[in-house]
DNA sequence: GCCAACGTTGGC
DNA sequence: GCCAACGTTGGC
């Protein structure tokens, strides 16, 4: 059974925009053991909400993984991490900002909301719909 | 193995 | 630009 995730960028690196027009993209650069975990688990056909830092701060759109945890193979690239493909699935037709997360009753357990700083996490199929709905995703 | 210091991320 | 949260590092 697929599972629903949320990935967070920072659009100044790599926007949902840049995914749309590449259509397809390696999510790698993830430096961060819980994130890596979370990687881990990520499997072929789970779905992704986009979330932007820093300006945006704001849910983009969603992206359906197309291939699972694999080693990073940059030879730079130190220790043991790991990234996945992702392709763009579809932008919202409203964003979704953090404010609207964080007064919607329903999504009061987002790990976004409690743990910030983290990069790959978790949401619930309830969540993903919730946050689906909110930017006029037709499911 | 603990804890203080420091660095980084991200929101405001 | 500041501050809070949290992860990492290094001394003991």
């Known amino acids: 059974m697929a599972s629903t995730w949320l990935l967070k960028t920072e659009p100044d690196t790599y926007s949902f925009a840049q995914l749309l027009k590449d ?76 404010s609207t997360l964080k007064a919607t009753a329903k999504l009061k357990g987002l790990l976004l909301i409690r743990q910030s700083r983290l990069s790959v996490m978790p949401v619930t199929e309830e969540e993903f719909k919730t946050i689906g709905a909110l930017g006029g995703a037709s499911a």
């Open 23 to 98: 259509r397809k993209t390696n999510w790698n650069d993830v430096r961060n053991y819980q994130a890596r975990n979370f990687l881990r688990e990520i499997k072929v056909g789970d779905r992704c909400l986009i979330y932007h830092s820093g300006d945006d701060k704001a849910v983009v759109g969603t992206a359906v993984v197309t291939k699972s945890a694999y080693p990073d193979p940059d030879p730079e690239v130190k220790g043991d991490w790991v990234q996945v493909d992702v392709k763009a699935e579809k932008p919202f037709a409203t964003p979704v900002p953090l």
